[in-house]
């Protein structure tokens, strides 16, 4: 047996062992499972029991190094490990932008101290993250940003607003791009900082959209107090680590797209083709209605390949290689496969996915509606698609300006 079988053997066994019986077969994406945080709340206590297990092995940021509560992993050992919990039906412990966004960026840019402060209790899921970048008047142009960050002695003064701001309303911390020096080129005089939210003069504004719902936020900073310690990298030189993590922040995205139709469930059918066979008929086992048959089915071999892509750069990302401009391939075409995937859906339920509220449309229905309108925001988060395909023209085909 090679040491990679006695390694999956071994997990297989340890997560038969240790998964709750009650949290088997629920399915989470990136988006709706267990963030952590100071805040967190738990509908089935036994998904923080889940946490407490899965951290006490590093297992969930499996290849973070074990001096900073990692598990240690190989590349080849997290797959494997991923594989079995697919397998077994069990869901992530943990989620969220401290695994895939500030962690990474910290082992890469961050200060021992800073690594020693801050990444044991992201993988002990104890503080729950959110991203400052965009602003009311910086967004495709990030680098406009305009919120201040002026020095005094040990500290920095923070005046200044930033908008759509994930799930800051339940975040512990934010991660910040501040402007620090304004008379240099634009990007030469930005900051990256790091920010308790529980600080004095912290406030928060959640945004609703058109879906009904939102985690969007405006967050305001006025007159904040920093240490100066909490800048990652260098005074000046965040843009340099604000680029690096996007990279992360777009695969992430990407990701999450790519397994939103079911993908790893284990199911007869994928939940587009039991949502067609819902409102079009069966007939011997397919979908009645030849043309949407062949859309469904364009829409999960496309799915599936993007998924298997998106996959490979993970692993490569495990093994050491930093996301590139690749990333802004999979975030441009994981949001346009996302909304085609949501338009589909629409096209499918017909009049039934005119709904809203009220009698006549049931709660699915009603979600196809609103996930539809949600989509229409995915080419604007993460970076909008005009700007990712420029990053494309200029740094992939190499294109002049």
């Given amino acids: 047996m090679s040491d990679l079988e006695k390694f999956r053997e071994e997990a297989r066994t340890w997560l038969e062992q240790n998964a709750p019986e009650s949290i088997i077969g629920v399915r989470f994406s990136e988006l709706d499972g267990n963030w952590g945080g100071r805040k967190a709340e738990y509908s089935n206590p036994d998904m923080k029991i889940w946490l407490e297990r899965m951290a006490d092995k590093g297992w969930t940021a499996p290849t973070w190094p074990t001096e900073y509560g990692g598990g240690g992993l190989s590349a080849q050992e997290a797959k494997a490990l991923n594989q079995e919990m697919a397998a077994l039906r069990i869901p992530p412990a943990l989620v969220g932008f401290g695994l895939t966004m500030i962690g990474p960026t910290l082992l890469r840019f961050g200060t021992e101290e800073q690594k020693q402060e801050h990444i044991p209790r992201i993988v002990r899921g104890e503080i729950r993250w959110c991203q400052g970048y965009s602003e009311p008047?910086?967004?495709?142009?990030?680098?406009?940003?305009?919120?201040?960050?002026?020095?005094?002695?040990?500290?920095?003064?923070?005046n200044g607003t930033k908008?759509?701001?994930?799930?800051?309303?339940?975040?512990?911390w934010i991660f910040c791009l501040v402007r620090t020096d304004p008379d240099v080129k634009k990007q030469e005089g930005i900051t990256f900082l790091l920010i308790d939210m529980e600080t004095?003069?912290?406030?928060?504004?959640?945004?609703?959209?058109?879906?009904?719902?939102?985690?969007?936020?405006?967050?305001?900073?006025?007159?904040?107090?920093?240490?100066v310690r909490n800048v990652i990298s260098e005074i000046n030189a965040g843009w340099t680590v604000a680029k690096a993590l996007l990279g992360h922040e777009r695969t992430m995205i990407a990701d999450?797209?790519?397994?939103?139709?079911?993908?790893?469930?284990?199911?007869?059918?994928?939940?587009?083709?039991?949502?067609?066979?819902?409102?079009?008929?069966?007939?011997?086992?397919?979908?009645?209605?030849?043309?949407?048959?062949?859309?469904?089915?364009?829409?999960?071999?496309?799915?599936?390949?993007?998924g298997l892509t998106v996959q490979r750069a993970k692993d490569a990302a495990k093994a050491g290689h930093q996301p590139g401009p690749e990333s802004s391939m999979f975030k441009i075409y994981g949001t346009e496969i996302n909304m085609r995937r949501n338009e589909l859906s629409v096209r499918i339920a017909g009049p039934q996915a005119l709904g809203w509220d009220g009698p006549g449309f049931d709660e699915e229905e009603i979600a196809v509606t609103r996930d539809w309108l949600r989509s229409r925001g995915n080419s604007i988060e993460g970076g909008t698609s005009e700007v990712q395909l420029n990053i494309i023209a200029k740094h992939v085909l190499g294109l002049p300006d």
């Fill in 137 to 158: 008047g910086a967004g495709s142009d990030l680098a406009s940003l305009q919120t201040r960050a002026v020095r005094e002695g040990d500290e920095f003064v923070i």
């Fill in 163 to 172: 908008v759509w701001t994930s799930y800051a309303d339940k975040a512990d």
């Fill in 200 to 227: 004095t003069g912290v406030s928060v504004s959640p945004i609703l959209l058109i879906s009904g719902k939102s985690p969007f936020c405006e967050t305001h900073f006025q007159d904040v107090s920093v240490p």
């Fill in 256 to 306: 999450t797209f790519g397994a939103s139709s079911g993908r790893g469930q284990k199911r007869s059918r994928s939940v587009m083709a039991e949502h067609a066979i819902r409102y079009l008929g069966e007939r011997e086992g397919e979908i009645a209605d030849p043309v949407f048959r062949d859309e469904v089915a364009r829409n999960e071999m496309d799915t599936r390949a993007f």
